[in-house]
């Protein structure tokens, strides 16, 4: 072979190794690809519950033993924190009663009598997760505890909660002739996604450290927030831990990434000495989360409505028309939403413009992600008596 034909074979042999290289490096980055978008098996996390949400629209996109009633410790918190912020005022005095200031570890040491602001003790609360503090918030803010209580359990079922049942104002172990003191994984990652929505809440709960004194200016105290996750994640914003001995390491948390919110909340996630299985959990579902989901248009412009039946009027069919509005839903790769309308059996004249007589929801198989509803766009007078006759 000449000297030509060998440099020519030479970088034939060079073009192809190029070629096989940045093929293996496509192959590579595409299968990386797959592997980070598929869901974590649950063998994978320590937490006996855990639930991944979209937390504007409450969506779950993980969920293992989602539903599973469980003590959930301190993360209970949460609840009394955001009654509190929406019940009473920052500058509230709240005074000690004896009842609070006997209340177990983990605690900041009130005692009888002495006030405090209601700003100073949610900080507390929030980031040392004082026991004795969670009880002054209540009495303070309903009377009693057993009344806080009611208020928590009443404004869990409104925010939809079905598997919560409030007994204390801090999250010890507690049971009653109700029921015990427990809740679910969705439930807990649904009253946070709502409270993250309170800039006080937020405040409040991202804050690295908080120094205050009594009323008096005769105690002072310093807090420290114990929500390690704060720092492992670039976008973590709020959140609240939990351990009580039956309820295990239990933790709540949300982390947001420009429009994207994602809430995780984690029950029974280990005992002494695996604290750290929660930030394990609660890191492997967020990356789950940022991985795969993004948000997904739905304009209600794309609705498909036709006219709809009359009766005994002097029109057969009415317009229909839907508020003008888009719907931005996280979805995975491969998940595609639609709507689907559903009105009235029947419509009698007389109709007025802005009927409602129906509603679209914008479906992703067999869940309802969103409902609109469906209005008439005109008016159609009852027929006269001779026009019936007529129409006969």
């Known amino acids: 072979m000449g000297k030509r034909n060998m440099k020519r074979t030479g970088r034939q042999l060079l073009r192809y190794a190029c070629f096989l290289f940045y093929v293996l490096i496509f192959l590579a980055g ?27 629209s409450g969506r779950v996109l993980y969920s293992k033993n989602g539903d599973e009633a469980l003590p959930m410790a301190s993360t209970t918190k949460i609840m009394t924190c955001i009654l509190a912020l929406e019940e009473g005022e920052m500058d ?6 004896a009842y609070a200031a006997s209340m177990p570890e983990v605690r900041l040491g009130v005692q009888e009598g002495e006030t405090y602001y209601l700003r100073d003790l949610l900080y ?65 990652a649904t009253i946070l996604s709502y409270c993250v929505h309170n800039e006080d809440f937020c405040e409040i709960t991202g804050t690295a450290d908080w120094s205050f004194t009594d009323c008096s200016g005769a105690r002072s105290f310093s807090c420290t927030n114990h929500n390690a996750f704060l720092s492992q994640m670039e976008g973590a914003f ?44 609660t890191r492997t579902l967020m990356q789950y989360g940022l991985d795969t989901f993004d948000y997904v248009e739905y304009d209600t412009g794309d609705i498909i409505l036709e006219q709809m039946a009359v009766s005994g009027g002097t029109e057969d069919y009415v317009s229909l028309r839907v508020e003008k509005e888009t719907r931005s839903l996280l979805l995975a790769e491969g998940e595609e939403a639609g709507w689907e309308v559903t009105l009235h059996a029947s419509l009698s004249a007389p109709v007025i413009p802005g009927l409602t007589v129906g509603y679209a929801a914008l479906r992703l198989g067999e869940e309802i992600l969103a409902l609109t509803p469906i209005y008439t766009a005109g008016s159609v007078t009852r027929a006269g008596w001779n026009l019936r006759i007529f129409a006969r």
């Open 92 to 97: 509230q005095i709240c005074t000690v009663s």
């Open 124 to 188: 507390a609360m929030m980031l040392e997760s004082d026991n004795d503090v969670a009880v002054v918030v209540a009495e303070n803010i309903a009377g009693t505890v057993e009344e806080f209580a009611d208020r928590m359990n009443r404004r869990a079922r409104e925010l939809g909660c079905e598997d919560t049942y409030f007994i204390t104002p801090n999250g010890l172990d507690a049971s009653d002739e109700e029921g015990t003191h427990s809740a679910s994984a969705r439930d807990m």
């Open 238 to 281: 709020s959140g609240k831990t939990g351990y009580t001995g039956n309820a295990g390491y239990c933790y709540v948390g949300a982390l947001r990434d420009g429009e994207r919110v994602f809430i995780v909340a984690l029950l029974a996630c280990g005992w002494p000495d695996h604290r750290d299985y929660k930030w394990s959990d």
């Open 30 to 56: 595409g299968l990386a690809q797959v592997f980070a978008a598929e869901a974590p098996a649950e063998s994978e996390l320590y937490a006996r519950c855990a639930v991944l949400m979209d937390g504007e």
